[in-house]
């Protein structure tokens, strides 16, 4: 049962914040209202109970006074003048069953202890149970002649005005307007600061927020902003750094590669050469790196899938490595072609060091476009698909110059895909080798400006 109630929870209670508190406001205000009409219902049926029960006494009083000395003509014609919205009077000896007034219901007890106080010991009064479901008590006394004069009490019907259901409808109309733009008040500059992290998490840029508004939303829109400057100039600074880095070991390696040039010994010489061009490659890679927090720089433009794609492949099989590409659908998305090219480039590199038999592929529907990178080769273990695409990971644990790479390739993908608000995935493929797909947004424009 907790299972299912939870169940039902997940699916019935709204997720967004707005809702929530739209809904929790509006059944709150409901309950209480609801409340409010059913105390105030109680209370005016009870006043009505105890006014009937009051008056009722009163008029019996007077009935008698003014009954008693008439003739039975002249009682008939005055009775009709004693009757009243509430009760009636009538004489005669109709069928008449005295209760016990222990018997009968609490409201019924009331009009007959009421008329007991009024009457005092004078008139002796008796009580009937209700003859049908809409009356409440009759109740019945002996005029000085002893003719019976008897009190015939209806249920009170609870009063409804007809007004009543045109107000409260309209006063949760107005109600609900007002929570709806307080809420909205409150949770549109959470949906801004939400978006506003989400484009900072991707490019690194976005504008700074608005600080009005309530004094805890200004507060958090001002870190915000105090935030994303220490990020970018963070951002800013180890980029300057590590092209300091790069710019100042350029000229020792290459000082370096001369002086290997001049050695006698060959066998040294090439070891030496190698060495250095995997230095200044890794300090590259590591620039490359960096740059890649900030390639959000580069303009949106429309590009043609199939043509893309095709002049990759072209430039990889010029330099003899083959690339089989498939049937590409044709269309036109819009992207960075730089940051796209250097990500599919990565992913291609990759596919052509650790395996063969390199396919490049896409897929595309009303709003997206897949991107597949297929060999066939070792493959990666299944728990490091995730660790692959982190900085200087690698798989391969030796510093071999065939397979050992810098551990950046795949990194920097990761993060150009993320800086286009796309999605990068590996996986095992089961007949050998890996896939990688990118799943772009047919159109990113619009994706990454609202980011």
């Not at 008056?55 to 007077?62: G, I, N, T, Y």
């Not at 006394?141 to 045109?166: F, R, Y």
């Not at 790196?289 to 390639?295: Q, V």
């Amino acid at each position: 049962m907790m299972m299912l109630s939870a169940l039902i929870m997940r699916i019935v209670w709204p997720k967004r914040l707005f809702t929530r508190l739209t809904f929790n406001i509006v059944l709150a205000l409901f309950a209480g209202h609801l409340l409010g009409g059913v105390i105030e219902r109680l209370a005016g049926q009870d006043y009505v109970e105890t006014a009937v029960g009051h008056f009722l006494a009163k008029d019996m009083a007077s009935a008698i006074e003014l009954l008693s000395p008439l003739s039975p003509e002249e009682r008939q014609a005055m009775l009709p003048r004693l009757q009243r919205k509430y009760y009636r009077f009538s004489l005669g000896s109709e069928p008449f069953d005295p209760a016990q007034p222990a018997s009968l219901d609490y409201y019924a007890r009331y009009l007959h202890g009421t008329m007991e106080r009024e009457l005092g010991t004078r008139y002796a009064i008796a009580a009937a149970a209700p003859r049908s479901p809409s009356e409440e008590v009759r109740l019945r006394v002996q005029l000085a002649d002893g003719t019976p004069l008897t009190a015939e009490v209806p249920i009170v019907p609870a009063a409804v005005h007809w007004l009543g259901g045109i107000i409260f409808p309209a006063q949760m109309l107005v109600v609900f307007a007002f929570i709806w733009i307080g809420t909205r008040q409150a949770t549109v500059p959470l949906m801004k600061l939400s978006r506003a992290a989400k484009k900072l998490g991707t490019s690194l840029k976005c504008e700074p927020l608005p600080e009005t508004g309530p004094a805890e939303i200004a507060a958090a829109a001002a870190a915000f902003n105090a935030m994303q400057r220490q990020i970018t100039e963070h951002l800013a600074e180890r980029t300057r750094i590590l092209a300091a880095i790069s710019h100042d070991l350029q000229t020792p390696l290459t000082r370096m590669k001369l002086r290997a040039e001049l050695l006698d010994e060959t066998g040294v010489r090439s070891k030496m050469l190698d060495d250095l061009n995997e230095m200044q490659a890794l300090v590259q890679e590591g620039l490359t790196y960096a740059r890649s927090m900030h390639s959000m720089n580069e303009a949106l433009c429309r590009v043609d899938l199939p043509a893309f794609l095709s002049s990759l492949a072209a430039d990889y099989n010029d330099q003899g490595r083959e690339i089989a590409l498939a049937k590409v659908p044709d269309v036109v998305i819009t992207t960075r072609p730089h940051a796209l090219r250097r990500i599919v480039s990565n992913l291609l590199d990759n596919a052509l060091k650790f395996g063969h038999d390199v396919e490049l592929c896409a897929e595309a529907d009303e709003s997206h476009v897949t991107l597949r990178i297929l060999d066939r080769g070792p493959g990666i273990p299944e728990h490091e698909l995730e660790a692959v695409l982190k900085p200087f990971y690698r798989v391969e644990s030796s510093r071999s110059r065939e397979t050992g790479g810098t551990g950046l390739g795949l990194a920097i993908a990761q993060q150009l895909t993320l800086a286009l608000n796309a999605r990068l995935s590996l996986m095992n493929r089961p007949e050998g080798g890996l896939e990688a797909r990118i799943f772009l947004l047919l159109h990113q424009e619009a994706a990454l400006t609202e980011a």
